[in-house]
């Protein structure tokens, strides 16, 4: 069965560094979704990609997030700097469409969880 | 802005029973509903989804059914076995296929 997959499944780094976190969706999902979940509350979406748009991106921290899909398959978050509120599980997702479209059942990957010390 | 909540923070049942948890949601507008079960350091795995043309959809073991006059949603477990163990999240499509969760309900299955 396909699967979303994410790497690392860990992550442990010191506040003010650089941390890049990477998915791969579906084989033939158009849309890739990344999600911070905090411990104890359920995900909240940070960005939205369709093919290699950002569809997207109202609640991601530009100051310090960015992510891309330049190629429109799989996709790279990155935090620089890290700081100590963003120890969380990141989690990406995956549909076959669904920007403007049909509403497509979002499968999302193991997730890298993230320790900021 | 717009949530979705959770009724029970923590259900516990015997081994066998059924389980029902609810979840309340506050977009009158939405159209699409998920239920998604997370196990501990893994990432949530899709149970069953239900659109808001239906009122009860089923799937094996598991039934999800929806209340659009109340704004109401449950996941019904049938024979919950230890393997349900889990948190379990409903989610809302707020539109573009963007889902808003809820902050889960943890099930304890005791045997």
């Known amino acids: 069965e396909a699967e979303v997959a994410q790497s690392p499944r860990y992550k442990i780094t010191e506040k003010s560094q650089a941390v890049a976190f990477w998915c791969d969706p579906i084989?033939?999902?158009?849309?890739l979704y990344w999600y911070r979940q905090i411990l104890g509350q359920g995900p909240e979406l940070l960005v939205q990609?369709?093919?290699?748009?950002?569809?997207?991106d109202s609640q991601l921290p530009k100051d310090r997030f960015s992510a891309e899909r330049l190629k429109g398959v799989d996709s790279t978050l990155k935090i620089q700097p890290a700081e100590l509120g963003d120890s969380a599980m990141y989690l990406c997702?995956?549909?076959?469409?669904?920007?403007?479209?049909?509403?497509?059942?979002?499968?999302f990957g193991p997730g890298t969880r993230l320790l900021v010390l | 802005g717009e949530s979705v909540g959770l009724h029970l923070p923590t259900l516990s049942v015997q081994e066998g029973d059924n389980s029902i948890i609810n979840c309340a949601y506050s977009?009158?507008?939405?159209?699409?509903f998920i239920w998604y079960k997370q196990e501990s350091g893994k990432g949530p795995q899709f149970i069953i989804d239900?659109?808001?043309?239906?009122d009860k959809r089923q799937g094996q073991r598991v039934t999800v059914l929806l209340n659009k006059t109340v704004k109401h949603l449950s996941l019904q477990i049938a024979a919950t076995q230890p393997g349900d163990s889990a948190v379990y999240f409903c989610?809302?499509?707020?539109?573009?296929?963007?889902?808003?969760f809820g902050a889960g309900t943890i099930l304890r299955v005791k045997s």
């Open positions: 239900i659109r808001s043309n239906m």
């Open positions: 977009n009158s507008a939405s159209d699409y």
């Open positions: 990609f369709q093919d290699e748009s950002v569809v997207d």
């Open positions: 084989s033939g999902h158009a849309t």
């Open positions: 997702a995956s549909s076959l469409a669904g920007s403007g479209g049909a509403i497509e059942t979002q499968y």
């Open positions: 989610a809302e499509n707020s539109g573009g296929n963007k889902l808003v």
